[in-house]
Structures are given as structure tokens and as C-alpha cells.
């Protein structure tokens, strides 16, 4: 059991995400953890553009060139990134509208990045950070050999991903299979791919109305890791549910049978009860 008490959390908001509310998420924070403080800020980047002369968003840039996947089949080391890409980095960190696309960044590497932004006052277990970024991020798998990208990742600070909730929990295999058939006939584009409304609701899109809610469990797990180093639960219906399929993340978020377990309702109880290291 961590022995310090958590006593704030900290949300840093993605601009880029309008469907995102963190006020609402720190409203529904509260309501779980009356004790605990919440703190909603801009995006975490925003500390970085106020404070930091052309020199150091420079370097900074290098650093998010480096910690790029240039290749998801083989694990990164060090590489000296191309100009081309840190200036890419750097027209990215000036301009909070800018959309870091199609890019899939190491998600320990960028973890250990943002680390470096968090106020030294603010770098100790009575703090919970938790990072919402539009960058997509991966971690290595050792079982297959490759990069494969992920929603969160739970540390110091935690960061979750709004692009990676839409891309990394795998849609239903209905779905793939007629992109495969359309693609053969030539057909790719966004509109047709909606098969006729088929798949409507059946997973999260860009800008989904639905984010809030589901992030709200995302919070749940980042706190719940903090609290007992375990973010997941086994129970498909527990919002602390480790999805892999966009269907599994709708139910555990949207439709399961009741927002938590027994389990981790009853742990939740206990805390709030004055049990443990709240
Ligand atoms: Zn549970």
C-alpha cells in the first residue's frame, strides 16, 4: 500500500479535443473523492510555450523527433532525427492548433518528456498527473515484436491519448473485413467507409460525443494505479476494464451492468470511508 496520501490531481486538457470536458471529468473526480483536490489546466504544452525561449523549444523538439517510431516492427533506439523533423516538432510545439498527425511517438520516451514540464513542488505521490494529448503513443510488445499504440499509459505523469482511444482498441473484425472487400474495389475514402451507417455507435470516432464519459473511466484507472499500482479489472463491466476492442471500452464505459465491480466499489467505500491512502 503507497503509505504517502493523495491529496490532488492534476488534468491537462488537449485543446484539440472539443468533446473533451474536463470539467465535467474533475466534477464526476469529486463526487468519487470528495477529500481530494482537482486542478483543471490548459494543455500541458502551454507551460512549455510561455515560459521557454526559441533555444529551448529547440531542443525540445529534437527530443519529440527522437522519440518517434520510424519503424512499429522494430524497437527504437537513439537515432539523430532529421532536420526535417524537428522542424516539424518545432512549428508543432509553437502552435497549440497544430495536430501532430499520423505520427506514432514511444510512449515511455514521451512519458519521461513530459516528466520534465511537472513543477518540482508538484513531483511526489500526494500528486496525480494525468496528461490528455491528441498524440498518438505506442509501447513495444515483447510477444510480437512490434509497436502497438495504446490509449493510456499509467506512471509519472500519465498520459492518455484522445487519438488513441479512436485507433487503438481494434473495431469490430466485421469491420475490417469489408474495408478489405471495398478496398478491392478501389473504394477507400471516409464516406464510403461508413457501409451505409452499419457500424453507427459501434465505435468511438474523432470528436465523439461520447469521450467525456468514456475518459471518466480512463481517470478511474490512472487513480486506482496511483492508489494500488493495479489500473485493471477483469470484470467486462468495471470501468476499470482493460479494452482491447472498441465494443469492450462502449460497455465497460457506457453500458456495462453498473459502473464498478463489487470489488472495486466496495474498495472505493473504503476509502472514502477514511481507509487507506487518501
Ligand atoms: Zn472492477
Known amino acids: ?14 485543446p484539440l479535443a472539443p468533446t473533451l470536458d474536463l470539467t465535467q471529468i474533475a466534477d464526476y473526480g469529486r463526487r468519487l473523492f470528495p477529500s481530494l483536490n482537482f486542478d483543471v489546466g490548459d494543455s500541458i504544452f502551454g507551460l512549455l510555450r510561455s515560459c521557454a525561449g526559441d533555444d ?37 510545439l509553437a502552435n497549440p492548433q497544430s495536430r501532430a498527425s499520423g505520427i506514432l511517438y514511444d510512449g515511455y520516451k514521451l512519458m519521461a518528456l513530459l516528466r520534465e514540464l511537472i513543477p518540482t513542488a508538484e513531483a511526489d505521490l500526494g500528486h496525480l498527473h494525468i496528461v490528455f494529448t491528441n498524440q498518438l503513443f505506442g509501447t513495444w510488445d515483447e510477444g510480437d515484436g512490434r509497436y502497438h499504440a495504446r490509449v493510456s499509459l499509467y506512471g509519472f505523469p500519465t498520459i492518455i491519448s484522445t487519438t488513441g482511444i479512436v485507433e487503438a482498441p481494434a473495431k469490430p473484425r466485421e469491420y475490417y473485413f469489408l474495408k478489405q472487400q471495398y478496398a478491392l474495389l478501389g473504394i477507400d475514402d471516409a ?78 467505500l473504503d476509502w472514502r470511508s477514511g481507509g487507506g491512502p487518501i
Request: aromatic content about 14%.
Open 191 to 268: 464516406a464510403a467507409l461508413n457501409f451505409g451507417g452499419r457500424f453507427q455507435g459501434r465505435f468511438l470516432e474523432y470528436d465523439d460525443e461520447r469521450l467525456t464519459e468514456v475518459m471518466k473511466g480512463y481517470l478511474m484507472q490512472s487513480v486506482f494505479y496511483q492508489l494500488t499500482g493495479d489500473p485493471f479489472c477483469q470484470d467486462k463491466n468495471c470501468r476499470l476494464y482493460n479494452a482491447h476492442w472498441q465494443e469492450e471500452v462502449l460497455r465497460a464505459q457506457l453500458g456495462g451492468q453498473y459502473e464498478f465491480c463489487p470489488f472495486h466499489q466496495q474498495q472505493l
Open 56 to 92: 529551448v523549444l529547440i531542443r525540445w523538439a529534437e527530443s519529440f523527433a527522437i522519440a518517434k517510431v520510424r519503424n512499429p516492427m522494430r524497437r527504437g533506439g537513439d537515432f539523430q532525427p532529421l532536420p526535417g523533423e524537428i522542424a516539424y516538432e518545432r512549428r508543432r
Open 1 to 14: 500500500m503507497v503509505a504517502a496520501l493523495l491529496r490532488c490531481i492534476h488534468l491537462y486538457g488537449e
